[in-house]
């Protein structure tokens, strides 16, 4: 299940979006935006509604979040973007990283 959105997600939501993968959630944020598509199988599929939601590729980053740690990873094929000068899985930029986790935490802080 995917949900996409701006606020929180309930600790229902969480439950329904960790029937993926049990112990790790998908995450793709549109850091500019401030929206977080979350659940996929595979990040391209919530770049591609937030692309669909006008979120410009620039600001669009994957990674996720372990449930049993609480850790927030920055890897995803959909990073790999050497007209952003990152050319690898994981986010390069130490600002963009900032940013993504701040936001994951947010969209997470239910969790618990």
């Not at 995917?2 to 929180?8: G, V």
């Not at 993968?21 to 998908?26: S, T």
């Not at 500019?32 to 996929?40: I, L, N, P, Y």
């Not at 449930?67 to 986010?91: A, C, Q, V, W």
């Amino acid at each position: 299940m995917i949900i996409t959105k701006d606020t929180p997600f309930s600790q229902e939501e969480i439950k329904k979006l960790a029937e993926q993968f049990e112990v790790y959630i998908k995450t793709v944020i549109d850091v500019r935006k401030r929206v977080c598509s979350a659940g996929m199988d595979r990040h391209f599929e919530g770049e591609q509604i937030l692309l669909q939601q006008g979120s410009a590729q620039s600001d669009i980053w994957g990674g996720g979040i372990d449930l049993g740690t609480e850790e927030i990873d920055f890897n995803s094929f959909i990073n790999i973007r050497p007209r952003d000068n990152n050319t690898k899985n994981e986010i390069q930029s130490e600002k963009i990283k900032i940013e993504y986790k701040k936001l994951t935490e947010y969209f997470f802080e239910n969790l618990s």
